[in-house]
């Protein structure tokens, strides 16, 4: 018959080690999943007025430079932002 040489299956000594770090990899993600899914379920920001939030960063600017007495203050246009469509003339 013919003789075939027996090959002993070598267990790498780094199976160990990257199989705990795949389960922790999959531990982590499976948390970040349910994390995420609490987070996406919960309620929704409050609404806020855009005109009072930028007053209220005026004021809060205006402080800081009156802190640090800054040269000048900054002086923003209108602070509103028009989201109307724009439509144009052909």
């Known amino acids: 018959m013919f003789k075939s040489p027996v090959r002993r299956a070598r ?4 199976s ?5 770090t795949g389960l922790v990899m999959v531990a982590l993600l499976a948390a970040a999943a349910v994390a995420g899914n609490v987070v996406w379920n919960s309620a929704p ?6 005109d009072a939030v930028a ?7 205006d402080e800081v ?6 040269p000048e203050k900054y002086a923003p246009g209108s602070g509103r932002v028009d989201t109307s469509a724009v439509t144009t003339a052909d």
């Open 55 to 61: 007053q209220r960063l005026k004021a809060r600017s």
């Open 11 to 14: 267990a790498s000594g780094r």
């Open 16 to 20: 160990v080690p990257y199989t705990f």
């Open 45 to 50: 920001y409050p609404s806020a007025d855009p």
């Open 65 to 70: 430079y009156d802190d640090f007495a800054l």
